[in-house]
């Protein structure tokens, strides 16, 4: 019995043994890469200075200002023509008073959940992102555990057994500042106002939806939004909810999208397709990235972003040659042989441009409402011109209803869009495609708008007359007092030095 006692004993000192040599192999012998420089770059030590409180005043106050210019001079178009119900390009407190949003779109398993965890300092924390990179590592850890391989030989993996990594970012995922490490369902996203309309997407969406609060001076700056990887072999409507239309609400909202990409995943097929082409028109927020760029060998480096560009360059509206970073955003160690000197240089201008994103905050959203405004005035003055064409084809004895179906539905018989073109100074490209104005006079029949001309009024004025000075003065005047002010804050700082 006691040598029975002992032998379990002896067995037991065993297996402690080879847990530690397992704890031994599996531990990382290189030092992780500092990222000091992350918090130098992105200004996050003058976070809570007088000079950032006094910032932050003035950001408030001229968008506070804009909020101004929106109730009075966009919204009563923007309500009488009912433009809303056509697009779901808002403007609101959501989109106005908002932090900025960095969005991280791109195929599964690129590295987008990593470079969030990297750029918030979770790595290997409990509070990091799940990644493609877990996955991977914990079935090697199961496969070594049971045997079916060994460290210094290649695996061997048994029927049955997936050695691939699984799609983890399955979800739309807003990462915002909190002072507790908080999940925050989906439904509960939806309650609050700056996300209220993704309600419309369904419930299948809010089970796709959620957020993450943690206490990090960057989200104090920004919001962070990482995404459902794009998957060539599972079609978009197949998840259940209008995953374009989904995608489509953040890209609207984005103030800056970084497409990922990885290096054994470059291929563009159809679904990655049609999320770039949701793209076009934002080209001067979009930035791609080409993550994980220490496993080129540096002879290949070159090639394989030529290649990326190349692929690119059809798929984008612009003829602006696109923006591609080759980075390894983490703190792992560079693989042996990787280009050091050119991913750090490439690393500081991706974080140089994340910083631009935060300092132009303000200039980001008066453009935002400036385009907005364009928007609602061509609206109104293409609905205006349908108006026009009705009354002139309507007669006593004719059916309104049949009227106005005619000319919605066929808008090209009447040459609508080629008469907006000549009587406005609104671009026919600057347009929906008719297709979308036919969905919107079944919402909203063409006979229940008025026109332009019976809007005025002799007290309040023309509401397109209030649009048009928005436009061309009101707007853009608050984004001078702006830089005005923190051009003289810069030059109080400078004095001070």
């Not at 850890?141 to 983890?168: H, I, Q």
């Not at 980001?364 to 609602?376: C, K, P, Q, S, Y």
Request: glycine share 6%.
């Amino acid at each position: 019995m006691r040598k029975s006692e002992e032998s379990l004993e002896e067995d037991a000192e065993e297996e402690e043994e080879e847990e530690e040599e397992d704890q031994i192999i599996l531990t990382p012998t290189k030092p992780y890469k500092s990222r000091n420089h992350i918090e130098d770059i992105l200004g996050l030590d003058d976070i809570g200075s007088q000079e950032d409180l006094d910032n932050e005043r003035f950001i408030m106050q001229s968008l506070r200002d804009l909020k101004k210019i929106y109730d009075t001079a966009i919204k009563p178009l923007e309500s009488l023509y009912k433009y809303r119900d056509l697009t779901s390009r808002h403007l609101g407190d959501a989109e106005i008073f908002a932090k900025p949003m960095v969005l991280f779109i791109g195929p599964w398993s690129a590295g987008k959940s990593s470079i969030i965890n990297y750029l918030l300092g979770v790595e290997r924390t409990g509070q990091a992102l799940k990644t493609g990179e877990d996955v991977s590592w914990n079935l090697t850890r199961k496969l070594y555990k049971d045997s079916v391989c060994s460290w210094s030989l290649l695996c061997e993996v048994p029927s049955g057994v997936s050695a691939g990594v699984e799609p983890t970012d399955t979800q739309f995922t807003v990462i915002t500042h909190g002072e507790d490490h908080t999940k925050v369902s989906g439904t509960e996203m939806a309650s609050d106002w700056a996300y209220s309309s993704v309600q419309k997407f369904g419930q299948n969406f809010l089970n796709h939806f959620r957020g993450i609060k943690m206490a990090s001076p960057l989200l104090q700056k920004i919001v962070l939004v990482d995404t459902p990887g794009i998957i060539e072999n599972r079609k978009m409507y197949e998840r259940g909810y209008p995953v374009n239309d989904a995608f489509q609400w953040f890209i609207d909202r984005a103030d800056a999208i970084y497409v990922v990409f990885d290096p054994a995943k470059m291929e563009i097929g159809n679904e990655l397709e049609s999320l770039l082409d949701q793209l076009k028109g934002r080209e001067s927020q979009v930035r791609f990235v080409l993550n994980k760029a220490d496993t080129i060998r540096k002879s290949d480096l070159m090639r394989v972003i030529g290649q990326l560009f190349w692929n690119l360059s059809p798929l984008l509206g612009s003829s602006e040659a696109p923006v591609i970073y080759a980075v390894s955003l983490m703190t792992k160690p560079f693989h042996p042989g990787a280009p050091t000197k050119f991913l750090l240089d490439q690393e500081l201008m991706f974080l140089a441009d994340l910083r631009d994103t935060v300092d132009k905050r303000v200039e980001n959203r008066i453009l935002f409402a400036r385009r907005h405004a364009v928007r609602v005035r061509n609206h109104a003055k293409l609905v205006d011109c349908y108006l026009n064409t009705y009354y002139r084809h309507k007669s006593i004895f004719s059916s309104k209803k049949k009227i106005a179906e005619q000319i919605t539905e066929h808008p090209g018989d009447y040459s609508i869009y080629e008469g907006i073109s000549t009587l406005t100074n609104v671009s026919r490209y600057d347009l929906p495609d008719p297709g979308i104005y036919r969905d919107f006079f079944r919402l909203n029949p063409l006979y229940d708008f008025r026109p332009l001309t019976s809007t005025c009024s002799y007290f309040r004025g023309c509401p397109l007359d209030k649009l048009d000075n928005a436009i061309s003065y009101d707007i853009m005047q608050i984004l001078g007092q702006y830089k005005k002010k923190c051009k003289a804050l810069s030059g109080d700082k400078d004095e001070s030095r």
